[in-house]
């Protein structure tokens, strides 16, 4: 859990690293070319499918379809045995009560969007009553948005004190904090915003909503594992890594799981310390691990999309 | 037709043109053969060294018919033989650097691959031949450092270009007084990575990784001594070390490894030798904990904390991968320290502040000077040294005017 706000002064996040984009891409470009063979691949997809937290985050959301989500978590395709679960079901606060009532008895965890996702456009005192609620109603961790608009008009401390008021309404509920990067535009900013969420006491960052393109680039990723990497040596506190939207494919899950082991090293290879936010990932990796154990590709038919 | 200084120039150009496809066509196999050789990882051999072959010939061949234009106001002809050596650490693409220019200027070739490393050479000779190209205008010789010696003294060679050594550079510039042969010199190199303190640290980190270890250091512009602005340096130290164990040592043609073998038992013989003198200096060592193959010429990545600037393996080029590290305070003392060296092949400079880079990069006596990226290569930029790194350019137009005759 991270509590390091309580014990040391937060830096001045205007001083925080700089990064250079050409420099990013180039790093980027070689787990890309990392090749793995057959056994380490299988072992990667399966994996991955452990670390997915299936969602959906639709106005248009019924209670039907979280039911039927929230069964698939546990059911990723019955007719092959041995299959991982998924990590977690992301749903809106809504939705909360029903999915936990399913989920209850599983190790498949509920996560709640708050603080008026995907905007955040709302005052705190709604925010912290959403989050309030989203936790009364069952959910065992809440991601949460920051305030892009503060962020970019250079109020870190306005970012900071948010963050840290819905953790403390979190208190053992893990807290994701979503820096939208689509919106920061600039590496620089990811960085910062990395910084100002986990001082404040996030023991997720997260890239994006999935609202907003890009989303989670392997550029964005990287720099905001080096970020983690960075806070670990100066605090000793862990904090977990969330990627999520545009991850549709098991290539990129694995690449992803390649340059999670060389910025930051085994120990963020479980569902508990690296997530992957998607929902069309799950079927992707399916299809791969069931060609690589029985050599069959087959349809996309044999595979329900909810 | 046959004599290629009057093939018109678009014919010319075609059958460069013709070559860098062969080439592109045969690039897997060219790669495989060049790590086989070689010892560098196939990572490199594919990534790098053959799409940069290539596009040298397809570069040069663009300029055949406009060397009027390069070089206005003057009439353009070839020097006529041209003999070129070169060294053993980029074989394919050091004949690539060679060749693609002096024909596209209209010389004939007589050109020595390297005597460990002479495959690629001859299969590019194969891949000329293929492209149609009259016979006699590519010449490849093999052998040892005799055969150079007759290169270099033969009396109906008019010019000769050659990378390698500063010890040999010197050898050939003596063997050629008196005589009325050009040369151009592509020699050694200590060249200086500079890390201002408001650098982005970890692609900083990134750069000096591949400034010293791309090829197992044996690149004439490594970044081999290190200079790190004294507030950082702490940081930049333990991000380095923590870096270089991450680093897959290991069979070059798995696509996997990052650090490859050690050309030759020679080399590493001189390695490991400077290795020790770094020991009794009194510098402090830090070596990758990988374990190295039993079988091979391996190195671990190496970097010597705590030298000064008159220790050897500061002084020296070693060519291979190991880094040697000072600190400075003060911008003015990085110059002076960079600068103090009789080589001048390359540099590097990171730092986030454009005005800084630029002061650091006119005033740095290097040929090339690199921003926040280290290693870059491009056909249409010069590359060569200062000092006695060597002196003619090659790549870009620059590359074009040492295999010509101006009137």
Same mark, same amino acid.
């Given at each position: ?53 299936? @969602? ?152 994006? @909503? ?97 | ?62 300029? %055949? ?108 510039? /003596? ?126 990545? %190496?970097?010597? %904390? ?30 002076? /320290? ?70």
């Amino acid at each position: 859990m991270n509590n390091y706000t309580n014990k040391v002064v937060q830096p001045d996040f205007s001083k925080s690293p700089r990064i250079d984009k050409v420099g990013v891409e180039e790093r980027v470009s070689k787990f890309q070319k990392r090749s793995l063979k057959r056994e380490t691949k299988l072992m990667g997809l399966r994996m991955a499918l452990s670390m997915i937290d299936l @969602t959906t985050l639709e106005g248009k959301d019924t209670i039907q379809k979280v039911k039927q989500m929230c069964y698939k978590a546990q059911h990723l395709h019955d007719v092959f045995p041995n299959l991982p679960k998924v990590a977690a079901v992301c749903v809106y606060p809504s939705m909360v009560r029903v999915a936990s009532k399913l989920l209850d008895q599983s190790e498949v965890k509920v996560a709640s969007v708050s603080t008026s996702f995907p905007s955040g456009q709302s005052p705190l005192k709604v925010k912290l009553m959403e989050t309030k609620f989203a936790i009364s109603e069952g959910a065992d961790e809440i991601d949460m948005v920051i305030s892009r608009g503060k962020f970019l008009a250079g109020e870190y401390n306005f970012v900071f004190d948010e963050i840290a008021r819905i953790k403390e309404v979190c208190g053992n509920v893990r807290l994701k904090v979503i820096l939208e990067t689509g919106e920061l535009i600039t590496l620089d900013n990811v960085r910062r915003a990395s910084e100002i969420a986990m001082y404040a006491g996030a023991d997720f960052i997260k890239t994006s @909503t999935g609202k907003i393109q890009p989303a989670a680039s392997m550029q964005v990723t990287y720099v905001m594992l080096e970020a983690i990497r960075d806070f670990m040596d100066k605090t000793g506190i862990k904090v977990g890594m969330k990627p999520a939207g545009g991850i549709s494919n098991s290539k990129l899950a694995l690449h992803n799981l390649v340059m999670v082991n060389e910025v930051l090293g085994n120990g963020w290879l479980s569902n508990e310390w690296f997530r992957f936010g998607a929902s069309s990932l799950a079927n992707d990796l399916l299809m791969q691990i069931i060609k690589s154990e029985t050599g069959i590709y087959q349809s996309s038919d044999y595979f329900s999309i909810d | 037709m046959n004599i290629w200084s009057k093939v018109s120039p678009s014919e010319k150009s075609k059958y460069i043109y013709r070559i860098a496809r062969l080439m592109q066509e045969r690039a897997r196999e060219l790669a495989i053969i060049e790590t086989l050789d070689s010892g560098k990882v196939i990572r490199e051999s594919r990534d790098i060294d053959i799409p940069l072959a290539c596009n040298h010939f397809f570069y040069y061949a663009g300029w %055949t018919d406009k060397l009027q234009y390069a070089f206005p106001n003057k009439k353009v002809s070839p020097l006529g033989v041209v003999g070129q050596i070169i060294p053993w650490n980029f074989p394919l693409l050091m004949a690539a650097w060679k060749i693609a220019p002096a024909l596209a200027a209209g010389n004939t070739v007589v050109l020595k691959p390297a005597e460990t490393t002479s495959l690629t050479a001859l299969k590019l000779a194969e891949i000329i031949r293929d492209s149609g190209l009259p016979d006699g205008v590519v010449n490849i010789v093999t052998g040892y450092g005799d055969t150079g010696a007759e290169l270099v003294n033969h009396y109906d060679i008019n010019k000769i270009a050659f990378t390698g050594s500063t010890t040999v550079g010197k050898i050939i510039q /003596k063997s050629i007084s008196g005589s009325d042969k050009k040369v151009t010199l592509e020699l050694g190199g200590k060249s200086a990575n500079i890390i201002l303190e408001d650098a982005p640290i970890d692609q900083a980190v990134e750069g000096i990784i591949n400034g010293i270890f791309f090829n197992q250091g044996h690149v004439c512009c490594a970044g081999s001594r290190l200079f790190v602005q004294e507030s950082i340096y702490d940081i930049i130290i333990k991000k380095l070390k923590r870096r270089i164990d991450k680093l897959i040592i290991g069979d070059p043609l798995d696509k996997n490894t990052d650090i490859g073998a050690i050309n030759s038992k020679e080399q590493l013989n001189t390695i490991n030798n400077y290795i020790n003198i770094g020991k009794s200096e009194g510098s402090k060592i830090f070596q990758s904990s990988y374990k190295l193959p039993n079988k091979g010429y391996y190195c671990a990545p %190496t970097i010597f %904390t705590d030298v000064s600037q008159s220790n050897r393996i500061f002084q020296e080029e070693i060519f291979g991968p190991v880094l040697t590290i000072q600190t400075f305070r003060t911008i003015d003392e990085v110059i002076k /320290k960079a600068n103090n060296s009789p080589y001048g092949l390359a540099a590097g400079v990171w730092s986030d502040k454009g005005s800084r880079v630029f002061n650091l990069s006119s005033k740095l006596r290097a040929g090339v000077v690199w921003a926040n990226t280290y290693n870059k290569f491009d056909p249409t930029s010069p590359f060569g040294g200062y000092k006695e790194s060597g002196f003619g350019r090659e790549g870009g137009l620059h590359g074009l005017s040492p295999y010509i005759n101006l009137k």
